[in-house]
């Protein structure tokens, strides 16, 4: 099995800072792109940033130039650093990640659990 577990959340201020993680586990034999995805009450799931495992990242234009993602290819981490927080940001957020199992030739998509980020005052 194969396992995504990520940091807690937590509610920040607007314009405050605050970093997510998120580990993979279990029968892994490659992990390709990590990211992360949010769902705001009443609305869709959206991708908030990628990350290849050559460290090419991709950004929602919403949070361009405000969050950065980074992963750690030995640890089968990813991490998503949110500065310049505002209300708006407030969000249910999942890491994701396409992992290839051991014994598998195939490519799966696995969710985290989610994590409550609320930006307020």
């Known amino acids: 099995q194969v396992h995504l577990v990520e940091s807690r959340g937590g509610l920040v201020q607007p314009g405050g800072s605050l970093g997510l993680s998120c580990a993979a586990s279990?029968?892994?034999?490659?992990?390709?792109?990590m990211g992360w995805y949010r769902q705001a009450p009443g609305k869709q799931r959206e991708l908030v940033a990628t990350i290849t495992p050559g460290l090419n990242a991709n950004f929602a234009d919403s949070v361009k130039g405000r969050f950065t993602i980074s992963r750690d290819n030995a640890k089968k981490t990813v991490y998503l650093q949110m500065n310049s927080l505002k209300p708006e940001d407030t969000a249910v957020y999942y890491c994701?990640?396409?992992?290839?199992?051991?014994?598998?030739?195939?490519?799966?998509?696995?969710w985290g659990q989610g994590t409550q980020v609320t930006v307020s005052s």
């Open positions: 279990g029968s892994i034999r490659s992990i390709n792109a």
């Open positions: 994701n990640a396409a992992i290839v199992p051991i014994g598998s030739t195939r490519e799966f998509k696995y």
